[in-house]
């Protein structure tokens, strides 16, 4: 069965602390894509991959985030330094773009990652 | 830039109603809409899809539909069950990303 997985499922820190969450998509799928989730602002797009090459980081805070993708079995969201207002739930998910077709198919997602920021 | 807005936020109904999802968006330029369910504390896992040259879809007690030309889409499910008690997302997919609606929080009490 498979699916993405994310680590680790819950992190407490502390404001100024730098976070690394990872993300395995799974295997075979070549778009991996960097979600937040607030109350407030509901699912946001931060981040996506396609072939390990970042497409799109518009959606991230520059300033302080960045999103990797060392191989095809890892990517990777770090926030240096962290605040308060970083607390949300972090979605990672991966799909595929099959080849001669533009547009993304459904996308499966992991349990996701619940950052706390104190 | 595409907006996405569900209605109604929140929906409470007794085990065994036929209910109805709203989904409006902004931009008709899509590929694909897509449902989703969200249990609390876990994440997205994908319902239905719809291709943006079809009207609709259906699984089971799901039935969604899509109406470009009005901007939205809709989630029928028949006869609620307790089990159907989650947050449903529509989201929109561009070229390669999708827009989430913020859901709506779906309560089915016995």
């Known amino acids: 069965d498979a699916r993405v997985t994310q680590t680790p499922r819950h992190k407490v820190t502390e404001m100024g602390q730098e976070v690394t969450m990872r993300c395995q998509p799974i295997l075979g799928h070549n778009t991996v894509f960097w979600y937040r989730q607030t109350m407030m602002q509901g699912l946001e797009l931060l981040a996506y991959?396609?072939?390990?090459?970042?497409?799109?980081d518009s959606g991230m805070p520059k300033d302080r985030f960045s999103a990797e993708m060392p191989d095809a079995t890892l990517a990777t969201l770090k926030i240096q330094p962290s605040e308060p207002r970083d607390s949300a739930v972090y979605f990672c998910a991966s799909g595929l773009v099959r080849d001669g077709q533009g547009h993304q198919e459904t996308q499966y997602f992991g349990p996701g990652t619940r950052l706390l920021v104190l | 830039k595409q907006e996405v807005t569900q209605i109604p936020a929140a929906l409470s109904v007794p085990e065994g109603e036929n209910l109805v999802l709203n989904c409006s968006f902004t931009?008709?330029?899509?590929?694909?809409l897509q449902w989703f369910r969200q249990d609390p504390g876990k994440g997205l896992t994908s319902l239905l899809l719809i291709q943006s040259s079809q009207r609709e879809q259906t699984s089971g007690r799901l039935n969604a539909s899509l109406d470009k030309s009005s901007g939205r889409s809709t989630l029928y499910i028949a006869a609620s069950q307790p089990g159907d008690s989650a947050t449903y997302l529509c989201?929109?997919?561009?070229?390669?990303?999708?827009?989430f609606g913020k859901g709506t929080m779906l309560l089915v009490s016995p």
């Open positions: 991959f396609r072939n390990r090459a970042p497409l799109d």
């Open positions: 989201a929109l997919a561009g070229y390669s990303t999708l827009t």
């Open positions: 931009d008709s330029a899509i590929y694909n």
